[in-house]
């Protein structure tokens, strides 16, 4: 089956972001948990997971409509060692995550393919529940001071 070519895009660009966010999250969950941080290693652990999901299924869906996948394109990760930089980055990849999806949305609707939509309204809800725990432990950072909120990670 040929797929929209601007769905086509949607569905490359979006898996690059996924394919960034896999990597960036299975870091992140490393040096947390090499500095001690299980509690917020392991949720970045299964953010990793859950993006490592969205990649497989959005790279099935992107075959299945007949496109071809720049799976190049997957973005250079930053390494930063100060968790308030990693949630930060995390915020930033995630917003853009949620601008993209949110056009991608709409472009399904235009030209009527309903199943890539769903696909990504699916996972627009699991960006926005991840912006929405990324904005509030930066919050948490900033109530508690870094000491306090590392040491409720631990």
């Known amino acids: ?4 070519p601007q769905v086509l895009s949607y569905l490359d660009r979006y898996l690059s ?5 896999y990597k960036q999250y299975l870091l992140h969950a490393g040096l947390c948990r090499d ?3 299980n509690k917020l290693a392991d949720k ?3 953010y990793s997971e859950e993006e490592f999901s969205h990649s497989g299924r959005l790279l099935a869906r992107l075959l299945f409509l007949q496109g071809v ?3 190049q394109d997957v973005r250079q990760i930053e390494v930063k060692t100060e968790v308030e930089a990693q949630l930060q980055l995390d915020q930033a990849l995630v917003s853009q995550a ?3 999806l949110r056009e991608a949305v709409a472009c399904c ?3 009527g393919d309903a199943v890539s939509r769903e696909l990504f309204q699916e996972m627009l809800a699991d960006e926005e529940q991840h912006l929405h725990w990324a904005s509030t432990q930066l919050a948490l950072l900033g109530k508690m001071g870094a000491a306090n909120y590392l040491q409720s990670q631990m």
């Open 1 to 4: 089956m040929q797929g929209d």
């Open 17 to 21: 972001i996924e394919l960034t966010g």
């Open 35 to 37: 500095a001690g941080l």
């Open 44 to 46: 970045q652990h299964a």
């Open 69 to 71: 996948p720049g799976m």
């Open 98 to 100: 949620i601008d993209l």
């Open 109 to 111: 609707t235009t030209v």
